[in-house]
């Protein structure tokens, strides 16, 4: 396949993923407030922007006057906002024709279909009341991709890297959700027991939509040393560091095999991969977790700077 | 650039609006009785529910919507992407009727490639006095570069799109040779599975010759055309296009997903160890035949235009050393030029030894002073076009015209006579259209497509048929109010 190619297709489930991510925070961001007075808030939505790297964006755009209406229609929809959901969805799209050849008709029009009804949903400013509509929209729709993708693409390199696209992607996600809320996790700085932790940390579990299987596997037990060591470690939760790496090195393993040689990325994955096995969550507490993520952060960063190069995204 | 089905020759019919001309109707006989062609269809559809075309049409237009068979118009940023309107009522062509016409195609395409290979080798129609030296001198289209090499397999037109119009029962004229890189193909084949999703009972009473395998076909045209330095089982092909914002994007990129090849852009090629290679996640890989659509100009930088991106450096040396095989050939622009088409019942002629089976639209060259004269006399009836104009740019259109324009027009002729043709106010043939009032009748044209390769000339049975869809229009252009039609040729 072309380098080209796996570019698009790389980013083309990049974006899908970061689009369907932004949602699912928007949605946290969104009950958090619904429960808290207006300053703690607005410092939500804060840390909303913050955890998608887009507070100095929006300070450019609507300066310190952070509202959720305001918020979530800057990361939705805002023409000013490059990585608005909105945006995500036409680069998806752009990506989705480009590599046209690589993909099945019903993973393109599943794409296809998804920007021309966001685009409609999106058309005006979302109002508080439409918005559990247009969020329920863009999960709906990122679903309808994945379930296109598993139903009838071949499972080949153009697949691979859509996976690695993917995971990349979530990994990144997963990871920064837990940068920001860190602190929130960390029992000494909290008063424990109380029913703001509670919602506190359900609430970071719902931005990566773990609330009901966290909830599951510990019948109902609320603890941050459990809630981080579900979202780094847990295999079984897909949207875990460990269980996104165990799919990246899937992927790669499958490309090495069909391609007959491996590169410098699977090196860099198989230390990765292999630490994170090796580890527990009371040697990432003894670390530090906010270090252990700003490392995690990097070297996912590192690897995908080198598929991309390894496998000729780019001349 | 000659790039888009859409917008191409449907130019050079550019006529305007003459409501005063009929057209043969070919559907309906004067005293309103069915013709044979659409005989099994018009039963069928006297037998619909009313209502049941509007509502398919509804449906046709979502699911195009959602499959992206869009075209792009340039310089258009909120309508990037605009459909052609597709009309449900099928254009009917009898098998007789078919096996006439493609005798003539094949007869003819047969000359555009015996003619390309003279002029770019003895040019011995040139010394034998049938077609002026001028011509060929100072023609853009002419490639220097194409002079004294064969193409691989002694193909210069791999996909040959001839547009044809019809006056009369059996009066279909070619108005316009597409040699260089003819689209509209994936509407073509769009326009039928379209039809067959929407009407399948329609499919099982009228029998109708399958278009579906045009990218297999074309496969296997290019992969039988693969060049000297090819050694292995399988050409690898690739589709070059200029890229996701041309205005015929998804034909490039339906046509490479139909044949199993890669879409490949200028910047994933470059010349290396004497091939032409795509940087694929492997490495490098060499491609055999690339079939481009990108017009010459944009073809190399370093042989043609140096600012192009859209090329790959080198291909021309590449090609020339027998590297790697191009489709269609650069340099064939020259043989569907408007002035040598003037000349195509002698080029035909010339190169089978037999009469022309299909007639050319009458033409003038007013760089003859005789119909220099008559046409200054006619202007008023008359189209004039540029010979090397495209585009529908710098023409005249007698009968749509004022006083004024004519006047204007003619001054220009008389200072440059060589530069113009001109030829008679065609009424083109109609076939129904659904409109709210019921079905009314349309001017259409044709392009069949036409595959050649060194084991034979294979032409698929139907084409594109394009419709101006304004009453009284003989503007089939897309971009002026023109849509497609599902094309048939009934089954014997």
Same mark, same amino acid.
């Given at each position: 396949?072309?380098?080209?190619?796996?570019?698009?297709? %790389?980013?083309?489930?990049?974006?899908?993923? /970061?689009?369907?991510?932004?949602?699912?925070?928007?949605?946290?961001?969104?009950?958090?407030?619904?429960?808290?007075?207006?300053?703690?808030?607005?410092?939500?939505?804060?840390?909303?922007?913050?955890?998608?790297?887009? /507070?100095?964006?929006?300070?450019? /755009?609507?300066?310190?006057?952070?509202?959720?209406?305001?918020?979530?229609?800057?990361?939705?929809?805002?023409?000013?906002?490059?990585?608005?959901?909105?945006?995500?969805?036409?680069?998806?799209?752009?990506?989705?024709?480009?590599?046209?050849?690589?993909?099945?008709?019903?993973?393109?029009?599943?794409?296809?279909?998804?920007?021309?009804?966001?685009?409609?949903?999106?058309?005006?400013?979302?109002?508080?009341?439409?918005?559990?509509?247009?969020?329920?929209?863009?999960? @709906?729709?990122?679903?309808?991709?994945?379930?296109?993708?598993?139903?009838?693409?071949?499972?080949?390199?153009?697949?691979?890297?859509?996976?690695?696209?993917? %995971?990349?992607?979530?990994?990144?996600?997963?990871?920064?959700?837990?940068?920001?809320?860190?602190?929130?996790?960390?029992?000494?700085?909290?008063?424990?027991?109380?029913?703001?932790?509670?919602?506190?940390?359900?609430?970071?579990?719902?931005?990566?939509?773990?609330?009901?299987?966290? /909830?599951?596997?510990?019948?109902?037990?609320?603890?941050?040393?459990?809630?981080?060591?579900?979202?780094?470690?847990? @295999?079984?939760?897909?949207?875990?560091?460990?269980?996104?790496?165990?799919?990246?090195?899937?992927?790669?393993?499958?490309?090495?095999?069909?391609?007959?040689?491996?590169?410098?990325?699977?090196?860099?994955? @198989?230390?990765?991969?292999?630490?994170?096995?090796?580890?527990?969550?009371?040697?990432? %507490?003894?670390?530090?977790?906010?270090?252990?993520?700003?490392?995690?952060?990097?070297?996912?960063?590192?690897?995908?700077?080198?598929?991309?190069?390894?496998?000729?995204?780019?001349? | 650039?000659?790039?888009?089905?859409?917008?191409?020759?449907?130019?050079?019919?550019?006529?305007?609006?003459?409501?005063?001309?009929?057209?043969?109707?070919?559907?309906?006989?004067?005293?309103?009785?069915?013709?044979?062609?659409?005989?099994? *269809?018009?039963?069928?559809?006297?037998?619909?529910?009313?209502?049941?075309?509007?509502?398919?049409?509804?449906?046709?237009?979502?699911?195009?919507?959602?499959?992206?068979?869009?075209?792009?118009? *340039?310089?258009?940023?909120?309508? +990037?992407?605009?459909?052609?309107?597709?009309?449900?009522?099928?254009?009917?062509i009898t098998a007789q009727q078919w096996r006439k016409l493609s005798r003539g195609i094949d007869q003819r395409v047969r000359a555009l490639n015996a003619f390309l290979h003279d002029l770019y080798h003895r040019q011995e129609i040139v010394r034998a006095g049938r077609v002026p030296e001028r011509l060929l001198r100072d023609n853009a289209a002419y490639l220097a570069q194409m002079a004294g090499f064969t193409p691989p397999g002694g193909v210069y037109t791999h996909i040959v799109g001839v547009d044809l119009v019809r006056t009369g029962e059996d009066d279909f004229m070619v108005l316009e040779d597409n040699a260089?890189?003819?689209?509209?193909?994936?509407?073509?084949?769009?326009?039928?599975?379209?039809?067959?999703?929407?009407?399948?009972?329609?499919?099982?009473?009228?029998?109708?010759?399958?278009?579906?395998?045009?990218?297999?076909?074309?496969?296997?045209?290019?992969?039988?055309?693969?060049?000297?330095?090819?050694?292995?089982?399988?050409?690898?092909?690739?589709?070059?296009?200029?890229? !996701?914002?041309?205005?015929?994007? #998804?034909?490039?990129?339906?046509?490479?997903?139909?044949?199993?090849?890669?879409?490949?852009?200028?910047?994933?090629?470059?010349?290396?160890?004497?091939?032409?290679?795509?940087?694929?996640?492997?490495?490098?890989?060499? $491609?055999?035949?690339? #079939?481009?659509?990108?017009?010459? +100009?944009?073809?190399?930088?370093?042989?043609?235009?140096?600012?192009?991106?859209?090329?790959?450096?080198? !291909?021309?040396?590449?090609?020339?050393?027998?590297?790697?095989?191009?489709?269609?050939?650069?340099?064939?622009?020259?043989?569907?030029?408007?002035?040598? *088409?003037?000349?195509?019942? +002698?080029?035909?002629?010339?190169?089978?030894?037999?009469?022309?089976?299909?007639?050319?639209?009458?033409?003038?060259?007013?760089?003859?002073?005789?119909?220099?004269?008559?046409?200054?006399?006619?202007?008023?009836?008359? $189209?004039?076009?540029?010979?090397?104009?495209?585009?529908?740019?710098?023409?005249?259109?007698?009968?749509?015209?004022?006083?004024?324009?004519?006047?204007?027009?003619?001054?220009?002729?008389?200072?440059?006579?060589?530069?113009?043709?001109?030829?008679?106010?065609?009424?083109?043939?109609?076939?129904?259209?659904?409109?709210?009032?019921?079905?009314?009748?349309?001017?259409?044209?044709?392009?069949? #497509?036409?595959? $050649?390769?060194?084991?034979?000339?294979?032409?698929?049975?139907?084409?594109?048929?394009?419709?101006?869809?304004?009453?009284? =229009?003989?503007?089939?252009?897309?971009?002026?109010?023109?849509?497609?039609?599902? =094309?048939? $040729?009934?089954?014997d």
């Amino acid at each position: 396949m072309l380098g080209r190619s796996a570019n698009g297709i %790389f980013w083309l489930f990049r974006y899908l993923e /970061r689009a369907e991510n932004t949602a699912r925070l928007i949605e946290a961001g969104f009950r958090m407030a619904l429960t808290r007075d207006s300053g703690a808030a607005g410092e939500e939505w804060g840390s909303v922007l913050t955890t998608l790297g887009m /507070r100095a964006a929006y300070a450019a /755009r609507h300066g310190d006057d952070v509202t959720g209406h305001q918020v979530f229609n800057f990361l939705l929809r805002d023409r000013d906002n490059p990585a608005s959901v909105l945006a995500m969805i036409e680069l998806a799209r752009t990506n989705a024709r480009m590599v046209r050849t690589g993909i099945t008709r019903e993973v393109w029009e599943s794409v296809n279909e998804s920007w021309m009804i966001l685009r409609d949903l999106l058309a005006r400013p979302v109002a508080e009341t439409r918005l559990g509509l247009v969020l329920d929209a863009i999960r @709906r729709q990122a679903t309808l991709v994945r379930g296109a993708m598993e139903g009838t693409m071949l499972r080949n390199d153009i697949y691979d890297f859509a996976g690695i696209g993917t %995971f990349v992607e979530r990994a990144d996600n997963t990871a920064r959700i837990l940068d920001v809320k860190y602190y929130v996790l960390l029992p000494s700085l909290s008063a424990v027991g109380t029913s703001l932790d509670n919602v506190q940390w359900e609430n970071v579990l719902r931005s990566v939509a773990g609330e009901r299987a966290y /909830r599951w596997l510990n019948a109902g037990q609320m603890d941050p040393r459990g809630i981080a060591s579900f979202l780094i470690l847990d @295999r079984r939760f897909p949207r875990s560091l460990a269980f996104c790496y165990a799919e990246l090195s899937g992927h790669m393993a499958y490309l090495a095999h069909a391609y007959g040689f491996e590169t410098e990325a699977h090196e860099i994955l @198989r230390a990765k991969d292999e630490r994170l096995a090796g580890l527990n969550i009371e040697t990432i %507490f003894d670390q530090g977790l906010h270090q252990f993520i700003g490392e995690f952060l990097a070297c996912n960063h590192r690897l995908a700077q080198q598929i991309q190069r390894d496998y000729r995204f780019v001349e | 650039m000659k790039q888009n089905a859409a917008q191409s020759s449907g130019q050079s019919q550019s006529q305007g609006q003459s409501s005063s001309i009929p057209g043969y109707d070919e559907m309906l006989e004067a005293d309103g009785s069915v013709r044979p062609a659409y005989a099994g *269809y018009k039963q069928w559809l006297d037998a619909q529910a009313p209502g049941l075309l509007k509502r398919k049409g509804i449906e046709a237009e979502a699911f195009f919507r959602r499959t992206g068979i869009t075209f792009n118009v *340039y310089g258009a940023a909120d309508a +990037e992407e605009r459909l052609i309107p597709f009309d449900s009522v099928p254009r009917i062509i009898t098998a007789q009727q078919w096996r006439k016409l493609s005798r003539g195609i094949d007869q003819r395409v047969r000359a555009l490639n015996a003619f390309l290979h003279d002029l770019y080798h003895r040019q011995e129609i040139v010394r034998a006095g049938r077609v002026p030296e001028r011509l060929l001198r100072d023609n853009a289209a002419y490639l220097a570069q194409m002079a004294g090499f064969t193409p691989p397999g002694g193909v210069y037109t791999h996909i040959v799109g001839v547009d044809l119009v019809r006056t009369g029962e059996d009066d279909f004229m070619v108005l316009e040779d597409n040699a260089r890189t003819p689209s509209g193909v994936s509407y073509m084949l769009e326009n039928r599975e379209t039809m067959m999703a929407m009407f399948p009972e329609l499919f099982t009473r009228v029998r109708v010759r399958d278009v579906s395998d045009y990218p297999r076909r074309l496969a296997r045209s290019l992969a039988a055309c693969a060049p000297p330095a090819f050694s292995g089982d399988k050409p690898t092909v690739a589709v070059l296009t200029p890229g !996701i914002h041309n205005s015929a994007y #998804y034909e490039h990129a339906f046509l490479a997903d139909q044949m199993g090849a890669e879409l490949v852009e200028g910047s994933d090629l470059k010349v290396t160890g004497g091939r032409v290679a795509m940087r694929t996640t492997r490495g490098w890989q060499p $491609v055999d035949v690339i #079939y481009r659509r990108v017009d010459d +100009e944009y073809l190399d930088p370093l042989s043609f235009n140096p600012n192009s991106v859209l090329g790959v450096a080198g !291909i021309m040396d590449v090609y020339r050393a027998g590297g790697i095989t191009i489709a269609n050939a650069p340099g064939t622009g020259i043989s569907d030029d408007k002035a040598i *088409y003037s000349f195509m019942p +002698e080029i035909v002629e010339f190169y089978t030894g037999e009469k022309p089976i299909l007639a050319n639209v009458p033409t003038w060259r007013c760089s003859e002073p005789d119909a220099l004269a008559y046409v200054m006399e006619h202007l008023a009836e008359l $189209v004039v076009k540029e010979v090397h104009g495209s585009g529908g740019y710098g023409m005249l259109i007698g009968p749509t015209s004022s006083k004024k324009e004519i006047a204007a027009f003619s001054a220009k002729l008389l200072a440059r006579p060589d530069n113009y043709i001109a030829q008679p106010t065609l009424a083109l043939s109609t076939v129904p259209i659904f409109t709210k009032a019921g079905l009314a009748p349309r001017h259409v044209d044709l392009r069949p #497509y036409v595959l $050649v390769s060194p084991h034979g000339i294979d032409i698929t049975p139907g084409g594109l048929t394009r419709v101006a869809l304004k009453k009284g =229009s003989l503007v089939v252009n897309s971009s002026q109010g023109g849509g497609t039609k599902d =094309s048939w $040729v009934l089954d014997d």
